[in-house]
Every structure is written in C-alpha cells, then in structure tokens.
C-alpha cells in the first residue's frame, strides 16, 4: 500500500538496512532504533519538521510537523507508543504520558499510536474529551489489532489514530497480519482536511 507517512512501532535496529532502502521513497526520515518494544520510526515523503522526543517512562515519540502546501494546511503527526500497562506502575506512566502529550491545540493533529488502551476505557473516553480528539474508527465496528494471531473481530483495536476537528476519515483499514514482523496488525487511514 502506498502511503504519504509511515509511522513505525517496535523497530529494532535489525531494520535499518530496510529504513536506508526507504530514504529515495522516502526522504524525510527519523526514529530510535531499540530491542525493547519502543523504537520508533517515521517515514514521510512530505517536507516538514521531524523531531523525537522523550515522554514519562523514558519511551521517544516523534513529532512532525507538516509544512504548508497548495492542498494542504499545516498540520502536525503524532506517533506515540506509550508503556504496556501490566502493573500500576506503568499504567500510570501510560495516562500521565497520553494526559502531557495530548493536550488541546488549535493546529490541525493527527495522532496514531499503540495507545495500549481499547475504545472503551474510560481512560480513553477522558483523554479524548480532555485532547478535543476524535476517533478515527469511532464510526466503524472496531476492527482488533493485538494480538494479529487472533481473528479482527477478536483482537484488541489498542492501534489507532486520533484526529482534530477539521480532518475527516475518508478510509480506515485494519490490514492483515501475516508477514509482519509483528504481533499487532497495520493500521491504513486515508485522510481528508477541510
């Protein structure tokens, strides 16, 4: 599938050999590298400002901030994958992590993510009203992401994107998971700005 952006969870630095055969395709890259479950990687082939960043709980996030175009507003992308939460701890660094990130703006936003974290916590019904961010499947039936081995309609949708108003949805598609490299599955939307 050809995409503008693509926004990479859980890379390891056995992937760099295939990031540099992306750099025609795709020129503005960055990302960390990890053996843990949090390098990160973002692709564009769109100009625009790409820095990484370190959240709660020592895990990077990478912001890029889209430049102006004839077609197009500004528009900054998010790409977070904050802490499992398998104990109190890390629950906690998880929403304190979404709580500072995902703070109201007037730019436009697109926020895509392993939010570890389904459409009905209430967690997640908080921090979208707090964020003044839509769901971007929230119209569709989730289609589950985690874990890929699990039929769709059996599997977590904790993949998602997010978006400000003044972006619309046009396209949402859970992809199959076999031959990734992963235990989630892909996530594909196509967008359109007002």
Same mark, same amino acid.
């Given at each position: ?37 949090? +390098? ?30 004839? /077609? ?71 289609? +589950? ?43 594909? /939307? ?5």
């Amino acid at each position: 599938m050809d995409a503008d952006i693509l926004a990479l969870l859980e890379v390891p630095p056995a992937w760099q050999p295939w990031l540099h055969t992306q750099q025609l395709p795709y020129p503005f890259q960055v990302g960390v590298l990890r053996d843990d479950p949090f +390098g990160i990687w973002v692709l564009s082939r769109h100009p625009g400002r790409l820095t990484v960043h370190i959240a709660t709980g020592e895990t990077p996030w990478v912001r890029l901030a889209l430049v102006r175009t004839a /077609n197009r507003p500004p528009v900054e992308v998010l790409v977070l994958h904050p802490p499992l939460p398998i104990n109190a701890e890390l629950s906690a660094w998880r929403n304190q992590q979404l709580t500072d990130l995902l703070v109201p703006t007037s730019a436009l936003r697109v926020v895509v993510s392993d939010f570890n974290l389904t459409p009905w916590s209430p967690w997640n019904a908080l921090l979208l009203d707090r964020s003044q961010l839509l769901d971007a499947g929230a119209v569709l039936p989730p289609s +589950g992401t985690w874990p890929a081995l699990l039929p769709s309609w059996m599997a977590l949708p904790i993949d998602r994107t997010v978006v400000s108003a003044g972006i619309s949805v046009v396209a949402r598609r859970v992809l199959p998971g076999q031959g990734l490299p992963s235990d989630h599955r892909a996530i594909w /939307n196509q967008l359109c700005f007002q």
